[in-house]
């Protein structure tokens, strides 16, 4: 008699602490280079994941140019596209404390993979005003794309297979990447 059953296989560390620590230098050196210097723009970490992120750019960028770049934080949970048919959560908030009229907005997030996140987070900052520009920086790109959106800086593209997912954790020297594959079935 045979039987089915799902096995996941092992999750696989695709970024460890120290590949992290690079990625963020990679992409505080990319916004430098592409905004001559670091100093017109502001960081808003998408929270959750895109919090810890902005906040080592920042200091990325600090250590490097000596600019110390403003900070913000958006809550997108009010503004997703999904709002009505998801469980009820607790909804954090935004901390924006510096005039986003006129200003160069990096949004930041831990990965980017439909768009959907980034779409929401578009629409919450522009509550607070009406930015000259908004780049998009991201420590992982899963692609699935469902909306026209990519990130302008990223650290790390990766495929992730359908029914698979990335697993970030940020803070200290248990900062990594896992990618957890979707369980397969086999007969036994």
């Known amino acids: ?11 696989e560390t695709v970024l ?13 050196s990319a916004i430098v280079e592409q905004t001559k210097g670091g100093s017109s ?7 959750e994941g895109g919090v810890p992120l902005s906040n080592r750019i ?14 913000g934080t958006i809550e997108i949970a009010l503004y997703r596209d ?18 986003v009229d006129g200003q ?9 993979h439909t768009g959907r996140t ?16 908004i780049w998009l920086a991201a420590l992982t790109d899963r692609g699935g794309r469902e909306l026209p959106i990519a990130p302008d800086f990223v650290g790390l593209a990766i495929d992730v297979p359908a029914g ?11 900062d990594r990447v896992v990618l957890v594959r979707p369980a397969f079935e086999y007969a036994g």
């Open 164 to 174: 698979g997912y990335l697993e970030v954790t940020l803070g200290g020297p248990k």
């Open 118 to 133: 980034v779409r929401a987070a578009i629409d919450a900052l522009l509550d607070y005003g009406r930015p000259r520009r």
């Open 16 to 28: 460890d602490h120290d590949d992290i620590g690079r990625a963020i230098k990679r992409i505080a």
């Open 58 to 71: 920042a200091s990325e960028i600090q250590k490097s140019e000596g600019v110390r770049v403003p900070i």
């Open 104 to 112: 160069d907005v990096v949004l930041v997030d831990d990965v980017v």
């Open 82 to 99: 999904d709002v009505a048919s998801r469980k009820a959560e607790v909804v954090g908030s935004s901390d924006i404390r510096f005039a």
């Open 1 to 11: 008699m045979s039987t089915k059953a799902s096995i996941p296989p092992p999750p």
């Open 41 to 47: 723009i502001a960081l808003v970490g998408i929270r």
